[in-house]
């Protein structure tokens, strides 16, 4: 039960294969690509108003109560609060499902919703009907990260947080949403790496910082209150999901000091400093010996105490249990109830502290006082958001609904994101971009040619699966010794990368490869390599294949990936994008141990570092690589670091 899934909302698939298109003047080639997005309606009975509290107009004796007052500062109304609460609605409010409490004429909230590239139905929080069938999906975000654009990055944020207030407002979504995953892709194989900015803490920080905001910060300017409360996640040390027999939920990260200061904390600091994030979420595994929901240094000692954080601190979902049964942290489940609370954890994802927290009490483990403590954090948290300001319909996001959802400017920036991202990594002179006018037939190979679900983050045809076992190899040759350009779409999907899903190789999934370079040297034209995946791939065959003359990574590019392709494929734009991670060749998987935490290199086990800062190994394609059409740009590379200073000083890199 983890909140972390990258699909927005199921789509119909069906099987298909090669297919040519045959072009007319006018029309742009793949644009068949658009794929215009069909959700499954889920008929779900929705009520189609929000939850909220203090409505003074159905209960006239709340304007009574202090908490009720929305004119009195935050503190003073959960104080006032949480003392007419009894023990038990208090622990009601230590978990994501919080229990109503009538007497008192507050409904029930679910702290659990997602919105990682776009609003998600992962979590408990969040729900499609027919009148919200489904939301935009922005691509994953380590391709917009690619983009290496604080602006997009914050744009992409705002667009998210209208559409679930937009939600909210019609009973669909809650108000706090366990996004953004700002751990460092460390490993290529990491399942999840798809889902964060990428290996760079400075990038990390950025895309922390500007996506938190976006979803946090109000129009009318208000500090105090938010849109919608956002969380950095998953804190920390947590980059490895299944490998060779170590998960997640087993796994002890041994960090050094150093790699914790300069890697693995900064995103989390920046988030909760300059971001002003509402919520950090503790992980699953351990780091140094201690689950990290359980550790009072990393949790009261360093996210309050040092960073100050205005806000609440969760656990991952099921973490407590997690504790008491993978890590065996404690013996009983109310030692790890009053382990998680005097370390600092405010609210559990889960029913642990609901149902342990009162025996916790009376046998002495934990003190009411730590209680109020947490359901205070939680309490100001949902009163910042407007949740005990009575009835929503006079509050300032109440004009959005169902028409705010997937408007066209939404679905232009999920386009406009995926280009920005897209990296061209290989461009023989001439092959890109293509001349429409040149190209009457254009062929669309591979399993992911027609690849709507994948292209969300975790589809597909020349193979009839990610493996291209199948692979329909004759057919494929034919039409691409027939067509004047061929475009492979190959890579991988979530059946590969995913969470709870690490690779081993990170060599092109099955058969893939043969199939490249059969249907290369059979193609007459120019051949457009297309490569979906959250990590990076060893293709150093393709680089060198003179016959393969672009290569393409689209990450997965959400829901308006196919029309960024064509944009990129028939110049409509120049790619900009730079990779965000370091390509290692497949060597490097056979030789490190995913469960390395270490960053910099070891001369005496032959551990050979991760990421640009400490590797110095071959590569198949480095960090920040990206080319351009334009001449200059395709020759020289401009350096992160550079990137960063152009955008906030507005000068050009020479
Ligand atoms: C691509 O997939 C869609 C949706 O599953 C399907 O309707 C369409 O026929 C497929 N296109 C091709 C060319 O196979
Ligand atoms: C959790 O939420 C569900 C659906 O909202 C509700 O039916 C259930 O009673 C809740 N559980 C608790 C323990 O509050
Ligand atoms: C960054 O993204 C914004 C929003 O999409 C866009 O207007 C701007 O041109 C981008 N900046 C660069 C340098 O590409
Ligand atoms: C509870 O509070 C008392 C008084 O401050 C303190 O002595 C005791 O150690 C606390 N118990 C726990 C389990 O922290
Ligand atoms: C990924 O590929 C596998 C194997 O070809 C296929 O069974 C699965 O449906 C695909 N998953 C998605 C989400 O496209
Ligand atoms: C990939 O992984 C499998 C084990 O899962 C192994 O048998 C195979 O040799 C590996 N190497 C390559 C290059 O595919």
Same mark, same amino acid.
Request: proline fraction near 5%; glycine fraction near 8%; charge should be neutral.
């Given at each position: 039960m983890s909140p972390l899934k990258t699909f927005v909302f199921p789509f119909i698939?069906?099987?298909?294969?090669?297919?040519?298109?045959?072009?007319?003047?006018?029309?742009?080639?793949?644009?068949?690509? $658009?794929?215009?997005?069909?959700?499954?309606?889920?008929?779900?009975?929705?009520?189609?108003?929000?939850?909220?509290?203090?409505?003074?107009?159905?209960?006239p004796i709340l304007k009574n109560y202090a908490f009720c007052d929305s004119s009195l500062n935050v503190k003073t109304r959960a104080n006032d609060l949480v003392k007419?609460?009894?023990?038990?609605?208090?622990?009601?409010?230590?978990?994501?499902?919080?229990?109503?409490?009538?007497?008192?004429?507050?409904? #029930?909230?679910?702290?659990?919703?997602?919105? $990682?590239?776009?609003?998600?139905?992962?979590?408990?929080?969040?729900?499609?009907?027919?009148l919200v069938p489904g939301a935009t999906s922005f691509p994953q975000v380590i391709l917009t990260a690619a983009s290496f654009n604080k602006t997009l990055f914050k744009t992409i944020g705002k667009a998210v947080s209208t559409e679930a207030r937009a939600m909210y407002n019609v009973g669909l979504a809650g108000l706090t949403f366990w996004s953004p995953n700002v751990n460092i892709f460390r490993d290529p194989r990491w399942g999840r790496g798809q889902e964060t900015p990428g290996e760079d803490p400075t990038l990390t920080s950025k895309y922390a910082v500007a996506y938190v905001r976006g979803l946090q910060e109000r129009d009318d300017g208000d500090k105090n209150r938010l849109k919608?409360?956002?969380?950095?996640?998953?804190?920390?040390?947590?980059?490895?999901?299944?490998?060779?027999?170590?998960?997640?939920?087993?796994?002890?990260?041994?960090?050094?000091?150093?790699?914790?200061?300069?890697?693995?904390?900064?995103?989390?600091?920046?988030?909760? $400093?300059?971001?002003?994030?509402?919520?950090?979420?503790?992980?699953?595994?351990?780091?140094?010996? +201690?689950?990290?929901?359980?550790?009072?240094n990393l949790l009261k000692g360093i996210i309050r105490g040092q960073w100050n954080l205005n806000g609440y601190i969760s656990s991952d979902c099921d973490s407590l249990d997690v504790m008491l049964n993978s890590h065996h942290s404690a013996k009983t489940a109310e030692e790890v109830a009053a382990d998680a609370l005097n370390s600092g954890l405010d609210l559990n994802c889960g029913d642990s502290l609901r149902l342990h927290t009162l025996n916790a009490i009376k046998a002495g483990l934990v003190n009411e006082s730590v209680v109020d403590r947490?359901?205070?954090?939680?309490?100001?948290?949902l009163m910042r958001l407007?949740?005990?300001?009575?009835?929503?319909?006079?509050?300032?996001?109440?004009?959005?609904?169902?028409?705010?959802?997937?408007?066209?400017?939404?679905? #232009? $920036?999920?386009? #406009?994101?995926?280009?920005?991202?897209?990296?061209?990594?290989?461009n023989k002179l001439g092959s890109l971009p293509l001349v429409p006018k040149t190209i009457k037939s254009l062929a669309v190979i591979g399993p992911n040619a027609n690849a709507t679900r994948a292209m969300l983050g975790g589809n597909y045809a020349g193979c009839n699966n990610v493996e291209c076992d199948i692979v329909q190899l004759d057919e494929a040759k034919k039409v691409a010794a027939t067509a004047d350009a061929v475009?492979?779409?190959?890579?991988s999907n979530s059946s590969i990368e995913d969470e709870?899903?690490?690779?081993?190789?990170?060599?092109?999934?099955?058969?893939?490869?043969?199939?490249?370079? #059969?249907?290369?040297?059979?193609? +007459?034209?120019?051949?457009?390599?297309?490569?979906m995946s959250g990590g990076g791939m060893d293709i150093r065959a393709a680089k060198k294949n003179s016959k393969i003359t672009s290569i393409l990574w689209v990450g997965f590019p959400g829901e308006a990936g196919g029309a960024a392709l064509a944009d990129i494929v028939f110049g409509r734009f120049n790619p900009s994008g730079r990779l965000p991670m370091t390509w290692y060749p497949q060597s490097f998987a056979e030789k490190v141990s995913m469960t390395n935490m270490n960053m910099r290199p070891d001369l005496a086990t032959g551990h050979p570092a991760y990421t640009y800062r400490f590797y110095k190994g071959e590569t198949v394609?480095?960090?920040?690589?990206?080319?351009?059409?334009?001449?200059?740009?395709?020759?020289?590379?401009?350096?992160?670091?550079?990137?960063?200073?152009?955008?906030?000083?507005?000068?050009?890199?020479?």
């Open positions: 698939i069906r099987s298909s294969s090669i297919f040519v298109m045959a072009l007319n003047s006018r029309v742009l080639a793949l644009s068949i690509l $658009l794929l215009v997005l069909s959700s499954q309606r889920k008929h779900v009975a929705s009520q189609n108003s929000p939850n909220f509290a203090c409505d003074l107009d159905q209960n007419r609460l009894t023990l038990e609605e208090k622990i009601g409010y230590l978990v994501n499902n919080a229990s109503s409490i009538d007497r008192l004429g507050i409904a #029930e909230y679910n702290w659990w919703s997602e919105a $990682l590239h776009g609003l998600s139905n992962t979590g408990r929080g969040t729900k499609f009907s027919n919608v409360g956002a969380c950095c996640k998953h804190y920390t040390a947590y980059d490895m999901d299944n490998w060779k027999g170590n998960d997640r939920y087993h796994f002890d990260a041994e960090v050094t000091q150093q790699d914790m200061e300069d890697t693995f904390q900064p995103p989390f600091k920046s988030c909760v $400093l300059d971001g002003n994030v509402a919520s950090v979420m503790c992980s699953y595994n351990k780091v140094n010996g +201690k689950p990290t929901c359980g550790d009072p947490a359901v205070s954090n939680n309490i100001e948290m407007g949740f005990f300001d009575g009835n929503p319909t006079k509050q300032i996001y109440w004009t959005l609904g169902p028409k705010d959802v997937c408007t066209p400017a939404n679905q #232009e $920036l999920a386009r #406009e994101a995926a280009r920005q991202g897209i990296v061209l990594l290989k475009v492979l779409v190959m890579g709870t899903i690490d690779r081993i190789n990170i060599t092109l999934p099955g058969q893939q490869s043969a199939l490249i370079s #059969e249907v290369a040297s059979a193609s +007459k034209g120019p051949v457009i390599l297309v490569l394609y480095p960090f920040g690589f990206g080319l351009s059409y334009s001449s200059h740009a395709s020759t020289v590379m401009i350096k992160p670091k550079e990137e960063w200073i152009k955008q906030e000083h507005g000068n050009l890199v020479p």
